[in-house]
């Protein structure tokens, strides 16, 4: 029995972010709770593939990750409590306000009416199935052997925002700014995007854009590690960049978070190339 150096990195994950709870300190022992049973259940998914039914378990390790993302996720919003004082978001509006009015983003996108922004809620709304839809890819090309290394990547830069927001604090444009920079068309899926923050968002920290890193993780991982079907790997990587795109134009982030968000996915691929390649970590079968 061993663990995967995917499940390595969320056990490692969680015991940063129970270290980070305990200081601040804001619901320190749920915290703590999360860090021991997640490492105990990957635990369980291990021996069991190690013990018998080892397609099962074998495939539940594959895709186990992604659910405990979704955790990582709604965790950080305990920290919702943390006070803030509005500086940083003051300096990135008006580096935005240069993006949209100056530059023209805004008159870009609208200018074919509801078309340009409608696809850019759209793009935005699928980031959700990014991770999963990457390791369907891998399955389809039959390059499951590769799944972990490439679930290294995108954790790397999915838990890598998140491991950011405590230290930066900070509320959506949308939110702070009220009407101001808001898209002139407002289309269903827009109103679908802001239903499902409002409702199933977190509201601890927009920097960096947690949805631009796992989306440039994703694209980085294909990239990397299925390099003769490059063709996934480059759609992923220009469909990360319209989300970028969509975070600054639909005001769910500021450009400032976009660009970490791009910053922290780099930092991702090169930690995986650091550590992954020479200790020739690979993916169980």
Same mark, same amino acid.
């Given at each position: &029995?061993?663990?995967?150096? +995917?499940?390595?990195?969320?056990?490692?994950?969680?015991?940063?972010?129970?270290?980070?709870?305990?200081?601040?300190?804001?619901?320190?022992?749920?915290?703590?709770? #999360?860090?021991?049973?997640?490492?105990?259940?990957l635990?369980v998914?291990?021996?069991?593939? +190690?013990?018998?039914?080892?397609?099962?378990? $074998?495939?539940?390790?594959d895709?186990?990750?992604?659910?405990?993302?979704?955790?990582?996720?709604?965790? &950080?919003?305990?920290?919702?409590?943390? !006070?803030?004082? =509005?500086?940083?978001?003051?300096?990135?509006v008006?580096?935005?306000?240069?993006?949209?009015?100056?530059?023209?983003?805004?008159?870009?996108?609208?200018?074919?009416?509801? /078309?340009?922004?409608?696809?850019?809620?759209?793009?935005?709304?699928?980031?959700?199935?990014?991770g999963?839809?990457? #390791?369907?890819?891998?399955?389809?090309?039959?390059?499951? +052997?590769?799944?972990?290394?490439?679930?290294?990547?995108?954790? /790397?830069?999915?838990?890598?925002?998140?491991?950011?927001?405590?230290?930066?604090? +900070?509320?959506?444009?949308?939110?702070?700014?009220?009407?101001?920079?808001?898209?002139?068309?407002?289309?269903?899926?827009?109103?679908?995007?802001?239903?499902?923050?409002?409702?199933?968002?977190?509201?601890?920290?927009?920097? !960096? $854009?947690?949805? #631009? $890193?796992s989306?440039?993780?994703?694209?980085?991982?294909?990239?990397?590690? &299925?390099?003769?079907?490059?063709?996934?790997?480059?759609? &992923?990587?220009?469909?990360?960049?319209?989300?970028?795109?969509?975070?600054? =134009?639909?005001?769910?982030?500021?450009?400032?978070?976009?660009?970490?968000?791009?910053? #922290? $996915?780099?930092?991702?691929?090169?930690?995986?190339?650091?550590?992954?390649r !020479?200790?020739?970590?690979?993916?169980?079968?």
């Amino acid at each position: &029995m061993r663990l995967r150096s +995917s499940e390595w990195l969320l056990a490692g994950y969680f015991a940063y972010a129970a270290l980070i709870f305990l200081t601040f300190p804001l619901a320190p022992w749920k915290a703590v709770g #999360v860090a021991l049973t997640v490492p105990a259940l990957l635990a369980v998914l291990a021996l069991g593939e +190690s013990q018998g039914h080892h397609e099962f378990f $074998s495939i539940t390790r594959d895709w186990a990750p992604l659910g405990l993302t979704l955790v990582a996720y709604r965790e &950080m919003d305990w920290l919702a409590a943390l !006070p803030r004082d =509005y500086l940083l978001e003051l300096r990135w509006v008006t580096w935005d306000r240069s993006l949209l009015y100056g530059l023209g983003l805004q008159r870009v996108v609208e200018s074919l009416g509801a /078309v340009g922004p409608a696809f850019l809620e759209l793009c935005y709304a699928l980031v959700y199935a990014v991770g999963p839809f990457t #390791v369907a890819v891998l399955y389809f090309q039959h390059r499951r +052997s590769r799944v972990n290394a490439v679930l290294f990547l995108y954790l /790397v830069g999915t838990l890598g925002a998140y491991a950011l927001f405590p230290f930066f604090p +900070s509320d959506p444009p949308r939110v702070l700014f009220g009407a101001t920079d808001l898209p002139h068309i407002v289309t269903a899926l827009r109103r679908f995007n802001l239903w499902l923050l409002g409702g199933y968002g977190i509201h601890s920290s927009v920097f !960096p $854009s947690a949805h #631009v $890193s796992s989306a440039f993780s994703a694209a980085w991982g294909l990239l990397l590690f &299925m390099p003769e079907r490059r063709g996934y790997g480059w759609g &992923m990587l220009v469909y990360a960049v319209i989300v970028a795109i969509a975070t600054v =134009y639909g005001r769910y982030h500021y450009a400032a978070d976009a660009a970490a968000g791009l910053g #922290v $996915s780099l930092a991702a691929g090169l930690t995986t190339l650091v550590v992954l390649r !020479p200790l020739r970590l690979r993916d169980p079968a």
